[in-house]
């Protein structure tokens, strides 16, 4: 017999093999299902997990869609920690990418360097003030930020595409919904040759690094901690539930508007009605996988990123339909949040008793 | 299931035939062509991408052994776009069809990095040397079931579904209108914009609403076929979209416009075959079959069937334009003097609707 | 049929998915398990009940059908979750991606088959009255069935022995175990309802209000669901008032559009289903004056009994 058992605290050995265990067990069973299918599991693995990033192109995209994921993942996990529960990053992300890209509009032919810093400002108030609307209802009166935020998002996505059908529209464009090309002032231009990896991705790593330094060193990173874990305590040790509603909702619709800033102005170049794929969806996942650290939000980012390359590259290179790669990636997802188990309990073998415990 | 499993099958067997071929005979290796679509929707929609896949299928089937092909579905406009149309030219496909406007930009900026690679790029405006254009002039079908809906239509009114106000969906308005009120001077077209290509819930919601507002036929330029249901169900007609939907609605279904790409595909892949493929901008229609009107329903009597094919023969001969004057706009003010007609060039671009339109 | 009768019966059918997947969810979720895998469920109910429909030509084995597929997601889910206590938002998420993947690849075989629309139960005399007669009757079973669940919902959770059970584990897991009720198993039982509802509404979906299979039909529907059970503050019959008010004002948007009454761009009307929701929202939080935190309050928080 096997008897679980809470492990006193976290077991770090676990913490770094689970993640090879969950990959090894995806592997598996994913090698069984391509079988199942007709498929040859070496070539359809390979596909996946390999060929993404076995060249610089390959490694630079795999940093160009982890970037917004890095970016949400960070702001959503502090919310997260302390119980705020912004669902709606998708739409912030609109926002940033329609205050950002509206500056970029509106000086097009100005080519200057402070255009783009402008864009900035403008992409993270934007984000904020999507995510402002959420905490005002949450502090004000206890309106749910779950669905302000997610119903917010929807409006998002409209706005934008009333702006790109209607008064945004390219008077070039031949009429097809979407902006003129920014100007050279308002791009972010590749860091690496031959990849389309803009500084996007440093941006992402400082913040993921300062977040890091802000939780485990100050005292309002602690704060998050303490409201999220014991609201009564923290009330107790005078800490402001309505500031860390703000602050958190407001830090991850800021981040959240600055990933959408780095799609438009990075690879997109201009505004289309459709400027993500649901990274603000996806990063909650990322958050989640990432326990709630930004280390841990990192690594996810990427290895979520390389599930959705890879998942493109099989349809190309093994010509599996994409329901397949799909399924797949549902069971790595299950496989790494499952083995997340083995951190904080284990199994020991026990000795069968008879008696009353027995029958 | 099984009839997956047969499709799959069958393209497993086309790619192992490939495989086969290629190290045994170089002679072979050269005469065999790969081809490569990009998606935006599953394949599954029973629309548009539906209807492209039918053209890949053609493909397969007229060139055998000589081609194999590759596609991947549901790939969203923007960066993931375009690292997708790269890794199918990086793969050696030969000739790769971006089946969405919304794939311009990357299918350009792809087509500079790979010379060599040919790029066909459905309902878009730019080219290159390695670029190539192809739509379907969609709005020649539509001023034949204008015909019909003009001699059958009891209240005057019909129900237009519209997805998004861009100049494909515009320009269909506008010539089903001039075409209706041809037959018909006093007759509206309620316009309902649902904001999606695809939603078959709310393409029924607007289907009902417009019934019950006096629309005795339902038309649509939105993917599914829950709009012709509905009017099977209410006991009003319509008219299918992009393939013939008669299954869903064998009494209802007056006619469908049906989009046919194989035989294009076909011709395209074998121009790269024998070396003589070329850049081009092709706006082909009824005349060459690139849109095809479905065989009529039970609904509509003889001298209609007469009259909707002469107007038919009238297109392909070219006697009869389906934007000739004169045409006045929506305020009343004529945009079109009698005599003439609107150019290619104002038709890419419409924006405006003639009388008669209520959007 | 008077256009306003015809009307509200829309509303109805638009209502109807959403207060089925909502009310499941609702029940999950007073049970403190938050099972964002809605919109996947949906989807594999959608599938397996039109399969089986179109298959064996029995509705009612369509609908057994969905909700047992819905039912197998959730019980993935509950494994997963309540067994080895994985995150219960990130699990739900993941859960919406696998069934979107399974979902399609089981019925690729099926797009453009079309499949005969459930039946509608006509009471002979009484379908035939004015106004009363298509509002109330004429309907299809789910759409009984999801107003009835309301019913039952409100009376377990409210006046039952069994519903109060299922609460205490919502609201103090840990008080809960101490009296001696099944924490986990109570639990699995009530995710394992919250995926047969996904499931019907999905079936309502592919059998009733399009009777087709086309990939990814649901079109973000469970998370307008999800969206419903916060809505309703987690009572069963506010959860009412919200699918109607939401299905009414997509209704009415797209009827605003046919008559040419606003002149405004169509993505502004097309916005108003979901500015409603926030408004009434808070309009309802304004008057009640109070502050209450509505939601149950283990929500989302795993649970492993002491050993």
């Given at each position: 017999m096997?008897?679980?058992?809470a492990r006193?605290e976290p077991?770090r050995?676990?913490?770094?093999?689970?993640p090879?265990?969950?990959?090894?067990?995806?592997?598996?069973?994913?090698?069984?299902?391509?079988?199942?299918l007709?498929r040859d599991?070496?070539?359809?693995?390979h596909?996946?997990?390999?060929t993404?990033?076995?060249?610089l192109?390959?490694?630079?995209?795999?940093?160009?869609?982890?970037?917004?994921?890095?970016l949400?993942?960070?702001?959503?996990?502090?919310?997260f920690?302390?119980?705020?529960?912004?669902?709606?990053a998708?739409?912030?992300?609109v926002?940033g990418?329609?205050?950002?890209?509206?500056?970029?509009?509106?000086?097009?032919?100005?080519?200057?360097?402070?255009?783009?810093?402008?864009?900035?400002?403008?992409?993270?108030?934007?984000?904020?003030?999507?995510?402002?609307?959420?905490?005002?209802?949450?502090t004000r009166l206890?309106?749910?930020?779950?669905?302000v935020?997610?119903?917010?998002?929807?409006?998002?996505?409209?706005?934008?595409?009333?702006?790109?059908y209607?008064?945004w529209?390219?008077?070039?464009?031949?009429?097809?919904p979407?902006?003129?090309?920014?100007?050279?002032?308002?791009?972010?231009?590749?860091?690496?040759?031959?990849?389309?990896?803009?500084?996007?991705?440093?941006?992402?790593?400082?913040?993921a690094l300062?977040a890091w330094?802000?939780?485990?060193?100050?005292?309002s990173?602690?704060?998050?901690?303490?409201v999220?874990?014991?609201?009564?305590?923290?009330r107790?040790?005078?800490?402001?539930r309505?500031?860390t509603?703000?602050?958190?909702?407001?830090?991850?619709?800021?981040?959240?508007?600055?990933?959408?800033?780095f799609?438009?102005a990075g690879?997109?170049?201009q505004?289309?009605p459709?400027?993500?794929p649901?990274?603000?969806?996806?990063?909650?996942?990322?958050?989640?996988l990432?326990?709630?650290?930004?280390?841990?939000v990192v690594?996810?980012?990427?290895l979520?990123?390389?599930?959705?390359?890879?998942g493109?590259?099989?349809?190309?290179e093994?010509?599996?339909?994409q329901?397949?790669?799909?399924?797949?990636?549902?069971?790595?997802?299950?496989?790494?949040?499952?083995?997340?188990?083995?951190?904080?309990?284990?199994?020991?073998p026990?000795?069968?008793?008879?008696?009353a415990?027995?029958? | 299931?099984?009839?997956k499993?047969?499709?799959?099958t069958?393209?497993?067997g086309?790619?192992?035939?490939?495989?086969?071929?290629?190290?045994?005979s170089?002679?072979?290796?050269?005469?065999q062509v790969?081809a490569g679509?990009?998606?935006v929707?599953?394949?599954?929609?029973?629309?548009?991408?539906?209807?492209?896949?039918?053209?890949?299928l053609?493909?397969?089937?007229?060139?055998?052994?000589?081609v194999?092909?590759t596609?991947?579905e549901n790939?969203?406009?923007?960066?993931?776009?375009?690292r997708?149309?790269?890794?199918?030219a990086?793969s050696?496909?030969d000739?790769?069809?971006?089946?969405?406007?919304?794939?311009?930009?990357?299918?350009?900026?792809?087509?500079?990095q790979?010379?060599?690679?040919?790029?066909?790029h459905?309902t878009?405006?730019?080219?290159?040397?390695?670029?190539?254009?192809y739509n379907?002039?969609?709005?020649?079908g539509?001023?034949?079931?204008?015909?019909?809906?003009?001699?059958l239509?009891?209240?005057?009114?019909?129900?237009y579904?519209?997805?998004?106000?861009?100049?494909?969906?515009?320009?269909?308005?506008?010539a089903?209108?001039?075409?209706?009120?041809?037959?018909?001077?006093?007759?509206?077209?309620?316009?309902?914009?649902?904001?999606?290509?695809?939603?078959?819930?709310?393409?029924?919601?607007?289907?009902k609403?417009?019934?019950?507002?006096g629309?005795?036929?339902?038309?649509q330029?939105?993917?599914?076929?829950?709009?012709?249901?509905?009017a099977?169900?209410?006991?009003v007609?319509?008219?299918?979209q992009a393939?013939?939907?008669?299954?869903?609605?064998?009494n209802?279904?007056?006619t469908a416009?049906?989009?046919?790409?194989?035989?294009?595909?076909?011709?395209?892949?074998?121009?790269?075959?024998?070396?003589?493929?070329?850049?081009?901008?092709?706006?082909?229609?009824?005349?060459?079959?690139?849109?095809?009107i479905?065989?009529y329903?039970?609904?509509?009597?003889e001298?209609?069937?007469?009259?909707?094919?002469?107007v038919?023969?009238g297109?392909?001969?070219?006697t009869l334009?389906?934007?000739?004057?004169?045409?006045?706009d929506?305020a009343?003010?004529?945009?079109v003097?009698?005599g003439q007609?609107l150019?290619d060039?104002?038709?890419?671009?419409?924006?405006?609707?003639v009388?008669?339109v209520?959007? | 049929?008077?256009?306003?009768v015809a009307?509200?019966?829309?509303?109805?059918?638009?209502?109807?998915?959403?207060l089925?997947?909502?009310?499941g969810?609702?029940?999950?979720?007073?049970?403190?398990?938050?099972?964002l895998?809605?919109?996947?469920?949906?989807?594999?109910?959608a599938?397996?009940?039109?399969?089986?429909?179109?298959?064996?030509?029995?509705a009612?084995?369509?609908?057994?059908?969905?909700?047992?597929a819905?039912?197998l997601?959730?019980?993935?889910f509950?494994l997963?979750?309540?067994?080895?206590?994985?995150?219960?938002?990130?699990?739900?998420?993941?859960?919406?991606?696998?069934?979107?993947g399974v979902?399609s690849l089981v019925g690729?075989?099926?797009?453009?088959?079309?499949?005969e629309?459930?039946?509608?139960?006509?009471?002979p005399?009484?379908s035939d009255?004015?106004?009363?007669?298509?509002?109330?009757?004429g309907?299809?079973?789910l759409?009984?069935?999801?107003?009835a669940m309301?019913?039952?919902?409100?009376?377990?959770?409210g006046?039952?022995?069994a519903?109060?059970i299922?609460?205490?584990?919502?609201?103090?897991d840990?008080?809960?175990?101490a009296?001696?009720?099944?924490v986990?198993?109570?639990?699995?039982?009530?995710?394992?309802?919250?995926?047969?509802?996904?499931?019907l509404a999905?079936?309502?979906l592919s059998?009733?209000?399009?009777?087709m299979?086309v990939?990814?039909?649901?079109?973000?529907?469970?998370?307008i669901?999800?969206a419903?059970?916060?809505?309703?503050a987690?009572?069963?019959?506010?959860?009412?008032?919200?699918?109607?008010?939401f299905?009414g004002?997509?209704?009415?948007?797209?009827?605003a559009?046919?008559?040419g009454l606003?002149?405004?761009?169509?993505?502004?009307l097309s916005?108003?289903?979901y500015?409603?929701?926030?408004?009434?929202?808070?309009?309802i939080a304004?008057g009640?004056?109070?502050?209450?935190l509505?939601?149950?309050?283990?929500?989302?928080?795993?649970?492993?009994p002491?050993?």
């Open positions: 096997l008897r679980i058992e006193p077991s050995r676990m913490l770094l093999a689970t090879f265990l969950a990959v090894l067990l995806t592997v598996v069973s994913g090698a069984l299902l391509f079988a199942l007709g599991p070496l070539v359809s693995l596909a996946f997990f390999v993404p990033v076995s060249s192109y390959g490694l630079g995209e795999l940093g160009l869609k982890a970037t917004p994921l890095i949400i993942g960070i702001g959503l996990a502090a919310g920690r302390a119980n705020v529960w912004n669902i709606g998708e739409g912030q992300l926002l990418a329609v205050c950002g890209g509206g500056v970029a509009l509106w000086f097009w032919e100005v080519d200057a360097p402070w255009v783009f810093p402008l864009m900035v400002v403008a992409a993270v108030a934007g984000g904020m003030a999507w995510a402002a609307i959420p905490a005002f209802l949450k206890e309106v749910n930020e779950i669905l935020s997610l119903m917010l998002t929807y409006v998002a996505v409209l706005l934008l595409s009333a702006l790109v209607g008064p529209k390219d008077p070039e464009g031949f009429n097809f979407q902006s003129r090309m920014f100007g050279e002032a308002a791009l972010m231009p590749p860091v690496v040759e031959g990849t389309r990896l803009h500084a996007g991705i440093l941006v992402a790593l400082a913040v300062a330094l802000w939780q485990a060193r100050t005292l990173g602690f704060t998050l901690k303490v999220g874990l014991a609201p009564a305590a923290a107790f040790a005078g800490f402001e309505r500031r509603v703000w602050l958190t909702l407001l830090l991850g619709g800021g981040l959240a508007g600055l990933a959408g800033l799609e438009v690879p997109i170049g505004l289309v459709q400027v993500s649901g990274y603000g969806f996806t990063a909650i996942i990322v958050a989640f990432g326990r709630l650290h930004p280390v841990g690594l996810a980012a990427l979520v990123a390389l599930s959705y390359i890879g493109e590259t099989a349809q190309i093994a010509g599996l339909p329901a397949v790669t799909g399924v797949f990636q549902g069971m790595l997802l299950f496989f790494l949040l499952a083995t997340d188990f083995l951190i904080r309990y284990r199994l020991r026990v000795a069968r008793r008879r008696g415990e027995g029958r | 299931m099984t009839l499993t047969t499709r799959r069958l393209l497993a086309a790619a192992a035939t490939g495989a086969l071929a290629l190290p045994g170089r002679l072979l290796a050269t005469e790969k679509w990009v998606y929707g599953p394949i599954g929609d029973h629309g548009w991408t539906y209807t492209h896949d039918q053209g890949r053609d493909v397969e089937k007229a060139l055998g052994d000589k194999v092909t596609y991947v790939v969203a406009e923007g960066p993931d776009a375009e997708v149309i790269r890794q199918l990086a050696g496909n000739i790769i069809f971006a089946t969405s406007f919304g794939f311009m930009n990357p299918v350009i900026r792809v087509a500079k790979f010379p060599k690679v040919k790029f066909e459905a878009g405006y730019k080219t290159a040397p390695n670029v190539a254009v379907a002039r969609f709005h020649e539509r001023t034949v079931i204008g015909t019909i809906a003009g001699r239509s009891k209240s005057g009114i019909v129900g579904i519209a997805s998004f106000p861009i100049p494909e969906v515009v320009m269909g308005i506008n089903f209108t001039l075409a209706m009120r041809k037959r018909r001077p006093d007759a509206q077209i309620k316009v309902v914009w649902v904001n999606s290509w695809y939603d078959p819930g709310k393409e029924a919601d607007a289907a609403a417009l019934i019950d507002q629309a005795d036929i339902i038309t330029h939105t993917d599914s076929p829950a709009p012709l249901q509905v099977e169900e209410r006991g007609s319509g008219f299918g393939s013939d939907m008669r299954k869903f609605a064998p209802a279904q007056l416009i049906v989009d046919h790409w194989g035989p294009y595909y076909v011709e395209r892949v074998k121009a790269v075959l024998e070396g003589t493929w070329k850049s081009h901008i092709i706006w082909h229609g009824l005349k060459e079959g690139m849109v095809q479905a065989p329903g039970p609904r509509v009597p001298e209609v069937r007469a009259e909707a094919d002469a038919k023969q297109i392909i001969d070219g334009h389906p934007f000739a004057g004169p045409i006045r929506q009343g003010e004529l945009r003097p009698e007609s150019s060039e104002e038709l890419l671009k419409m924006d405006w609707y009388e008669g209520q959007a | 049929m008077d256009p306003i009307t509200t019966v829309s509303v109805i059918s638009a209502a109807t998915p959403l089925l997947a909502a009310n969810e609702l029940v999950a979720e007073k049970a403190g398990v938050l099972n895998g809605v919109e996947g469920m949906m989807l594999v109910g599938v397996s009940g039109f399969a089986v429909t179109l298959i064996t030509g029995s009612t084995l369509g609908i057994l059908a969905a909700a047992s819905g039912a997601l959730a019980l993935l509950g997963l979750t309540l067994g080895l206590m994985a995150n219960q938002v990130a699990t739900g998420l993941a859960l919406t991606i696998f069934g979107v979902s690729a075989g099926f797009v453009g088959t079309p499949v629309r459930l039946p509608r139960l006509d009471i005399g009484l009255l004015p106004v009363l007669g298509p509002l109330l009757f309907h299809d079973a759409v009984y069935l999801s107003v309301v019913a039952l919902t409100a009376w377990f959770l006046r039952t022995r519903g109060m299922l609460r205490a584990c919502g609201e103090n840990e008080a809960a175990h009296l001696g009720y099944p986990i198993a109570v639990r699995f039982a009530a995710v394992l309802f919250g995926g047969v509802m996904s499931g999905g079936a309502f059998l009733s209000y399009t009777p299979w990939e990814a039909m649901t079109a973000g529907r469970g998370w669901a999800l419903l059970v916060v809505f309703a987690w009572r069963p019959w506010r959860l009412l008032i919200g699918a109607y008010l299905g004002v997509t209704i009415l948007q797209l009827h559009q046919g008559l606003f002149a405004v761009p169509s993505q502004v916005m108003l289903p500015l409603a929701t926030i408004l009434v929202l808070t309009l304004a009640s004056g109070r502050r209450r509505d939601a149950p309050a283990c929500l989302g928080r795993p649970f492993r002491p050993a």
